[in-house]
């Protein structure tokens, strides 16, 4: 049956072949589990009214076959009745419903046949949709691992290491010579002595003159 074609495609192509064709195979895998599901209903419907065919046969089957009983015992009561004319009458009706019964037995076994066919059917196209949907979680954290390792491979394809590493030294060198400069305005302003320094320098010597004064004194005081 056309209905159940994707089962057959499912079985013969592999997913991968479907990936292959795909630009982007997340979408396209979610794409192929809603056609699966949308067949799979599809699917339930057709079993759903097989199943209803195959019941209305069995029915039918079973009502010719009540009726055929039913002609029998009154076969029976009519000629215990002397009334072989009404005899005739069921069992002339109870030959028609035996073989409708038979002819609805035969419509019942090919349709029950059928609705086995398509249950089977029905069955694999859900057991091959679950593993489908496995495989979507696994497909999924693929396809981010493969777009994460492509975004690390784009940033590492724009890094030039012999480009930043003289950067570096550039910036290395530059921070050199700014602590050397930083040094010679330090020794420059030691050099220049401030007032302060100057009033101080001129403090220590009245302390050398005084100092000497002093030894002067002492020197009379001996010669005395």
Avoid: C, W
């Avoid at 159940?4 to 794409?31: H, W």
């Avoid at 029915?59 to 029976?76: G, M, S």
């Avoid at 930043?164 to 030691?190: I, N, T, W, Y």
């Amino acid at each position: 049956m056309a209905l159940f074609k994707r089962i057959r495609d499912i079985t013969a192509a592999s997913i991968n072949d479907v990936l292959d064709k795909a630009e982007d195979p997340v979408k396209m895998v979610n794409q192929f589990l809603r056609d699966m599901e949308s067949d799979i209903s599809d699917a339930e419907t057709a079993v759903a009214k097989q199943i209803a065919i195959e019941k209305r046969f069995l029915e039918q089957r079973n009502e010719a076959l009540a009726t055929v009983e039913k002609r029998q015992e009154q076969a029976v009561k009519a000629l215990e009745l002397s009334n072989e004319d009404l005899a005739r009458k069921a069992l002339q009706d109870k030959k028609e419903h035996q073989e409708k019964a038979d002819l609805m037995s035969a419509e019942y076994d090919k349709a029950k046949a059928l609705s086995d066919n398509l249950r089977v059917k029905l069955d694999e196209m859900k057991t091959e949709y679950q593993k489908m949907k496995s495989k979507r979680e696994m497909l999924i954290a693929r396809a981010d691992a493969a777009k994460v390792q492509q975004q690390v491979n784009h940033a590492l394809s724009g890094f030039n290491s012999d480009s930043a590493s003289r950067g570096f030294q550039r910036m290395e060198d530059r921070v050199s010579q700014m602590e050397a400069q930083a040094q010679a305005s330090e020794e420059l302003r030691h050099s220049q002595p401030s007032l302060d320094d100057e009033f101080k320098q001129l403090g220590d010597r009245e302390v050398e003159d005084e100092l000497a004064a002093l030894k002067v004194k002492l020197a009379q005081k001996a010669d005395a």
